[in-house]
């Protein structure tokens, strides 16, 4: 009797035994079976990549893939997925105003959740990209006449560096200045045009290279309305004094 019972538990150990090792192995050539059969890999996983440029990487896949952007800051930071033999051509361009310092791409196998490649980029010595540097600042219009609502007519210039904008009497004497400003907090170069009375008041004509905001004072703002001066037309919308 006792034999016997030995006997059963070293079968029912060895059962044990075996379902461990055959668990074990499944899931050792699973993961073998996956990256063999699907053949998953990247050339490279780093690249350094200067602002405004862009780099590749081949993606090696017998299945098409997909890609996530993870930690970039710029809209301008994208990528390009091309047919290439057996896999893809993977272009990464950084965006010329790109203010991280690093980010990664995620590549899944298409179907895939949990499945991916992970290429790390670094951005090589990150500037804040200001468009106004490649404005010709010598063909500006730095000052024109501006008529007011008590028949006057006086001048509005600009100064620093053409990024503010004043307003002057017919006598020469300041009224108020304004500027504007993109998101980034950079103050835009002013490209002044002509002085519109659109009904409701008077706005001058100003564009920048990128969307802003006015900034003015209460007390500026108030001065220029009393001549007339309600705000901008700010790259073609017309925009009250704020």
Not at 28 to 34: I, P, Q, V
Not at 113 to 122: A, E, N, P, Q, S
Not at 160 to 179: H, M, R, V
């Amino acid at each position: 009797m006792r034999n016997r019972v030995l006997r059963c538990l070293s079968a029912l150990v060895a059962i044990v035994l075996l379902s461990v090792s055959v668990s074990i192995t499944s899931r050792a050539e699973l993961a073998t079976h996956y990256d063999d059969v699907e053949d998953f890999y990247l050339t490279a996983y780093n690249l350094y990549i200067e602002q405004g440029g862009y780099g590749s990487v081949g993606v090696h896949a017998t299945n098409y893939v997909s890609y996530y952007i993870v930690g970039a800051h710029s809209s301008n930071t994208y990528v390009v997925l091309k047919d290439a033999g057996e896999g893809f051509d993977l272009e990464v361009h950084v965006g010329i105003d790109e203010t991280a310092n690093e980010f990664t791409v995620y590549i899944y196998l298409d179907g895939s959740t949990d499945y991916h490649k992970d290429l790390y980029v670094g951005v090589k010595e990150v500037y804040t990209y200001n468009p106004d540097s490649e404005l010709d600042t010598t063909t500006l219009v730095t000052s024109i006449q501006v008529p007011y609502i008590n028949s006057t007519v006086g001048i509005l210039a600009l100064a620093n560096d053409n990024k503010c904008g004043f307003f002057y009497t017919a006598e020469d004497l300041p009224i108020g200045q304004f500027s504007v400003y993109a998101d980034n907090g950079q103050m835009r170069v002013l490209q002044l045009g002509e002085a519109v009375d659109t009904g409701s008041g008077i706005y001058v004509t100003v564009n920048t290279t990128t969307a802003g905001t006015i900034h003015i004072s209460d007390s500026d703002k108030t001065a220029l309305q009393l001549f007339g001066i309600n705000g901008l037309i700010l790259n073609g919308v017309i925009t009250p004094w704020p």
